[in-house]
C-alpha cells in the first residue's frame, strides 16, 4: 500500500472530498482512502500474458518453414530471420511486425462465418489475447498499463477484470455484427472499455472531483482522438465503440464511490449522519446502466447467433468504423 492519495492524481487535475482546491485535513475518511489503495498484479498480469501469446502466435506461425518453403513465398523473404520459427512474415503481407492472418484464424481470431456457421462463440474471447503484430502489441499494452493501472489502484483487480473482459467481449460482438467479410483481434476493445468506464467514473461520482471541467474536457478528447483513428482503414473501430459503450455502462454499476461524509458517519452525531450510501443519481445511473446492458448484450448475441448483419439496419454505420476519402476506399 502507497501513502500518497491516488484520488488527486486523476485525469486533469486534482480529485478530493472537500470543496475547495487545497488538500483534506487528516480525516479519518482521508486515511481510509489513502489506506484502502490496491497493489496492482492483475494489468501487469494481462500485459505478460498478452505478450507469452504472441510468442506462442509466431512460434505456430513458423515463417521460414511454412511461408518460404510454400510457392506463395516465392520472390518474399520472412523478416528478422535471425529469430527462427518466430521470424515474422514479409511486410507486404503484415506491416506491423506478425503473422499471417491464416495463423490467427487457426488460434482464434474474431470470425463471423465460424461463430454463426460453425458455433464457435469462444472466439469472441480468444480473439481479445491475440494481436497482429509487435506495432500492434506495444500499443496496446502500453495504453494497458498507462489507463489499467490507475483504475486497478482506485478499484482494485476484481472490478477492473470485470470491465476489462466484459468490454472486450462487447467490442466482439459488435465487430461481428457489422464486419463479416475480415478477421478480427486486439485488445483494443477491452482498452476502450476501461476509457468507458473512466468516463461514467466522473460523471457518477462527480461531486468528488474539484476540477470537473478540466477532468472531463480532458479525457472526453482522449477518447475521440482514439475513435477518429479507428476511421482509418484495417482498424477495427466497431470492437472500438462496443468496447467503450460496455466499459461506459460498467462503469456506473461497479465503480460507485459513496457520498461525502458516509464513511466517517460513526463519528458525527445521530442528527447529522447520511441515511444513504450513494446519492438518488447514483442509484439512478446504476439501474439504467445495468437495463440497457443487459439489453444491450442479449439483443447483440442474438442478432449475432441468427446470422444477422448490423449493416442491414444502419446503413450509415459502415461509416463509423472506415471514412473513405480520396487516397483510400473502404469496400473490402
Keep these: 500500500m502507497g501513502n500518497r492519495d491516488l484520488e488527486r492524481d486523476g485525469i486533469g487535475g486534482e480529485k478530493s472530498r472537500n470543496n475547495n482546491n487545497s488538500y483534506p ?36 506461425n513458423n515463417c521460414h518453414h511454412n511461408y518460404e518453403g510454400s510457392r506463395f513465398g516465392k520472390g518474399r523473404h520472412c523478416v528478422a530471420k535471425v529469430l527462427g520459427r518466430l521470424s515474422f512474415q514479409p511486410l507486404q503481407e503484415n506491416p506491423l511486425f506478425g503473422p499471417s492472418s491464416s495463423t490467427l484464424e487457426k488460434l482464434g481470431a474474431l470470425e463471423w462465418k465460424k461463430i454463426v456457421h460453425e458455433h464457435q462463440g469462444w472466439r469472441l474471447i480468444t480473439c481479445i489475447w491475440l494481436h497482429a ?7 496496446n499494452m502500453l495504453s494497458l ?3 489499467g493501472i490507475r483504475l486497478e489502484q482506485q478499484f482494485g483487480f476484481v472490478r477492473v477484470g470485470i470491465i476489462y473482459l466484459v468490454s472486450g467481449v462487447g467490442g466482439s460482438i459488435l465487430s461481428s455484427l457489422f464486419l463479416q467479410r475480415n478477421i478480427s483481434v486486439g485488445a483494443s476493445g477491452a482498452l476502450f472499455g476501461l476509457l468507458g468506464a473512466m468516463l461514467s467514473e466522473l460523471l457518477t461520482n462527480w461531486t468528488i472531483y474539484t476540477n470537473k471541467a478540466v477532468a472531463l474536457c480532458t479525457l472526453v478528447v482522449i477518447i475521440l482522438i ?17 468496447g467503450f459503450l460496455s466499459g ?27 441515511k444513504s450510501k450513494y ?52 469496400s473490402n
Design 25 to 60: 485535513p487528516p480525516s479519518p475518511y482521508y486515511v481510509e482512502v489513502s489506506e484502502s489503495e490496491w497493489t496492482p498484479w492483475m494489468v501487469p498480469m494481462i500485459v505478460v500474458a498478452n505478450v507469452a501469446m504472441f510468442v506462442v502466435i509466431m512460434y505456430v
Design 226 to 242: 482514439n475513435l477518429a483513428v479507428g476511421l482509418l482503414p484495417h482498424v477495427d473501430n466497431f470492437a472500438h465503440i462496443g
Design 133 to 139: 503484430g509487435v506495432v500492434h502489441l506495444l500499443a
Design 279 to 330: 446519492t438518488v443519481y447514483q442509484y439512478v445511473f446504476f439501474a439504467a446502466a445495468l437495463m440497457l446492458l443487459i439489453v444491450g448484450f442479449t439483443v447483440g448475441l442474438v442478432m449475432l447467433f441468427r446470422g444477422k448483419n448490423g449493416n442491414d439496419h444502419c446503413n450509415w454505420c459502415r461509416y463509423l468504423s472506415c471514412l473513405p476519402t480520396s487516397r483510400w476506399q473502404c
Design 145 to 147: 498499463l498507462i489507463i
Design 248 to 274: 461506459f455502462l460498467l462503469g456506473f454499476v461497479l465503480l460507485l464511490r459513496p457520498q461525502f461524509g458516509w464513511i466517517e458517519r460513526r463519528h458525527l452525531p445521530a442528527e447529522a449522519r447520511l
